[in-house]
C-alpha cells in the first residue's frame, strides 16, 4: 500500500531529528521525544501544504499524493544517506539510562495494557462515533470527488464551517491506502505526543521521573482521552499542538536551545492549532 511512504517518511524524520537532537548533549530519552514531536508536526505541515496545493488544479488525488509522499520519502531517505545517520539510533538504549526497574515495568505496563490495546481499536474498528458520521469523515469523501478541498453545497454546515486540518490529514491517509482503517490513527499519535510534550514540559521545571508517570498516568485516567484517541475527531489533535505552542514557548527562555528554531517552531505549532480547532 502506498500509504507505508507516509509512515516510513515519518520514521526516516524521526531518526534525522534524533541525530541532530543527540548533537546538542541532550540524554538520548529526551532527544527521542523531542524527535518524535517535530516528526508528527513535519508530517502536519506537509499533508495541510500538499491538500492546499494540489486543490488550486483540482488535483488532489492518488496519483499526486502518491508523487508528493514519494518525493517526501526520497528527500528524508537523501539527508538520512548524506548524514550517515545509522538505524541504531532506534535502538531501546533508553532503558538504560538511570530509570529505576519500577518505573521500566510501569512504563511497559503503559505500553502493553493502554497504548497497544487502543492501537488495535483505532486500526480494526471503523469510526463510528456521531461527528465522525456526520462531517469529519462525509466532508473527505466530498474533497475526494472533487479534487480540491473548498466549500461545496450541503444541508451541514459544520462540514463546511469547522476547521480542516485533521481531515487534511485524514485524507492523506485514506487516499493512499484505499480505506478508512488509518483515519483513526490521526488521534491516536496525538495522544502519545501529548504524553510525550507533558513530560517534557514538566522535565524542563526540574520535575523527576516519577512526577512525570504519574501525569501519564493522570492523562491516561481521562476516559474522554481514551474514547477520543480511537476517533476521528479533533480535540487530542489540537490539544498536542497546543502544548508544543507551549513547551516550545518556555524553550525560549533555554539559554542552550536554539531561539529561531524555537520561534519557528511556535508560529507552525500555532498556526496548525488554528487550522485545528
Known amino acids: 500500500m502506498a500509504v507505508i511512504l507516509i509512515f516510513i517518511s515519518f520514521f526516516l524524520s524521526f531518526l534525522f531529528f534524533t541525530e541532530i537532537e543527540t548533537n546538542t548533549n541532550k540524554s538520548l530519552l529526551i532527544c527521542k521525544r523531542e524527535a518524535f514531536v517535530k516528526s508528527s508536526l ?89 461527528d465522525s458520521m456526520a462531517y469529519h469523515l462525509p466532508r473527505i469523501q466530498h474533497w475526494i470527488q472533487n479534487g480540491n478541498v473548498y466549500p461545496y453545497p ?13 481531515e487534511y490529514i485524514i485524507l492523506n491517509f485514506q487516499v493512499l491506502a484505499s480505506t478508512d482503517a488509518f483515519s483513526n490513527l490521526v488521534q491516536y499519535f496525538a495522544l502519545i505526543n501529548i504524553i510525550f510534550l507533558t513530560s517534557l514540559i514538566l522535565k524542563n521545571y526540574k520535575v523527576n521521573f516519577k512526577g512525570q508517570i504519574f501525569a501519564i498516568l493522570a492523562i491516561c485516567s481521562l476516559p474522554m482521552v481514551l474514547f477520543q484517541s480511537t476517533t476521528t475527531q479533533t480535540d487530542l489533535l489540537a490539544s498536542f499542538y497546543f502544548l508544543c505552542f507551549i513547551y516550545y514557548l518556555i524553550k525560549l527562555n533555554d539559554q542552550k536551545s536554539n531561539s529561531k528554531t524555537n520561534i519557528i517552531l511556535i508560529a507552525i505549532s500555532f498556526s496548525l492549532g488554528m487550522l485545528t480547532k
Open 154 to 166: 450541503t444541508n451541514i454546515t459544520r462540514q463546511i464551517a469547522t476547521s480542516p486540518l485533521s
Open 42 to 130: 513535519l508530517i502536519s505541515f506537509l499533508s495541510y501544504l500538499i491538500c492546499e496545493i494540489y486543490s488550486l488544479f483540482n488535483i488532489l488525488n492518488y496519483f499526486s499524493l502518491l508523487i508528493s509522499w514519494g518525493i517526501v520519502f526520497g528527500v528524508s531517505a537523501f539527508l538520512i544517506i548524506r548524514k550517515n545517520i545509522k538505524f541504531s539510533l532506534i535502538r531501546n538504549k533508553i532503558f538504560n539510562q538511570c530509570i529505576e526497574f519500577k518505573y521500566k515495568i510501569l512504563l511497559w505496563s503503559f505500553f502493553l495494557f493502554i497504548f497497544t490495546p487502543l492501537f488495535l481499536l483505532a486500526v480494526f474498528i471503523p469510526p463510528n462515533n456521531w
